[in-house]
Each structure stands twice: as C-alpha cells, then as structure tokens.
C-alpha cells in the first residue's frame, strides 16, 4: 500500500512568511509524529498525535511552530514568521501502535 | 533524560568488509531501540529493532545488532558490505511503555568503496 507522503517536498520561503507543511499518514495509522532533521544531526522530535488531539508537544521549539490533525489523518505543520534557523528536513511519521514508525521523505524548508 | 551516542561520524569501508557501527544509550529502563537507515533523497527506513527477548536482532539487508545492557549498547553488524549500503544510519531509543517519540543519535555516514 502507499506509505506515508509529505507535500510539498521542497519548499523555500522568505524569512517571516507563514508556511505550511502536510503529512498524509499511511491509511489506517493512529498515531502520526513530526520531526526536523537539521544538516549533519539526527531526527529530533517535535510533536506526537494519537488521533485527532496532540499527546505530546514538547518537542516544539516555540510558538511559532503548531500542528493540527483535525480529523485523525492528514496533519499540517504550521510555521509563522520563520526564521532562517527553520531551515531543515521536516520529517512525518506514522504508526499503527506504538512499536514501529513508517517515514515519509520530509519536506526540506529553505528559509531566506 | 533518553540519549543516544553514536560515536563515528564517517567510516569508510571496502566492499565485501565487515562491518559495526557503534551505537550507545542512556535510559533508566529497559529501551525500545532501533536502527534506522536513510539514503539521500530518501525517508528513514527501518532495518531491525529491539523491544525485548533475545539480545541479537535480525533485521533487513542482512543486518543484526546485539543489544547489550551492561555496556548500554546496541552495536550494528553486517559481515559482507555491499555498495549498496552506502548511506547514513541512525541509532535511536523510545520509552519502553509507550514509543511515542523517538530519540535519535547523530547518525554514521557510510561510505563503501569498490
């Protein structure tokens, strides 16, 4: 089946436009994960969904950085007034339980 | 608070080599850890994971990795490297009651020569 899929796959926006970044999860996955990769570093973790409501958002730097999942599927990352410091991979996940994460191929946001 | 430490940045090996990537954890508990590769222009991909049972894992592509408490470490091997195993591979470590966020380490660059 198709696995997860992220759009756009590149996106490069001036610093302080609002940007939005779309994460369709595998069909069926209850839980779906975002993560930023920066250049030459691990994935770190932003936020966790289980089903529509957000069951962790520590990983979020600030306020500036939201998600949504309205409908326990596809999950929109929002970012306002970006800073050339939110440039990195965006990557989304999803899961069917707990044990084992499918990635999508992120979104690499240039911010200039 | 989880970390995980993989200690080489970049290893270069001949095709045909063995090979181990070093990988290492802090956890109180006993951890979730998988290993994860990703090829450019590619998503993560999982090769194996460890949640409990027998210490050595088989995973994908003829990998294994072995899990060792006393050392906090979860090394991956593979006796024979292909070319085709070029790529950055990534540690990581999730609570054991509950993986709702993965911790991941810095990642190994493989480079493999003919």
């Known amino acids: 089946g198709a696995g997860v899929s992220q759009t756009p796959s590149n996106k490069v926006t001036e610093k302080g436009k609002y940007v939005e970044l779309r994460c369709d999860p595998i069909?069926?996955?209850?839980?779906l994960y975002w993560y930023r990769q920066s250049l030459g570093q691990g994935p770190e973790f932003l936020i966790y969904f289980q089903g529509t409501g957000a069951a962790d958002d520590s990983g979020l730097p600030n306020d500036r950085f939201f998600a949504v999942r309205p409908e326990g599927s596809v999950s929109t990352l929002k970012i306002q007034r970006t800073e050339r410091g939110d440039s990195a991979v965006y990557l989304c996940?999803?899961?069917?339980?707990?044990?084992?994460?499918?990635f999508g191929p992120g979104t690499r946001l240039t911010v200039t | 608070a989880q970390s995980v430490t993989q200690p080489d940045i970049h290893i270069t090996v001949s095709e045909g080599a063995s090979l181990e990537l070093r990988c290492n954890y802090s956890y109180g508990a006993t951890p979730y850890l998988f290993w994860y590769v990703q090829s450019p222009g590619q998503g993560l991909q999982l090769l194996l994971k460890?949640?409990?049972?027998?210490?050595l894992v088989q995973g994908i592509k003829g990998f294994e990795a072995e899990f060792k408490r006393s050392q906090s470490s979860f090394n991956l091997r593979k006796p024979s490297v292909h070319w085709s195993d070029a790529a950055e591979y990534f540690c990581a470590v999730g609570r054991s009651y509950n993986t709702d966020k993965l911790i991941f380490g810095t990642g190994t660059r493989l480079q493999v020569f003919p």
């Open positions: 996940a999803s899961s069917l339980n707990a044990g084992e994460q499918y």
């Open positions: 069909s069926g996955h209850t839980a």
């Open positions: 460890y949640f409990s049972g027998d210490t």
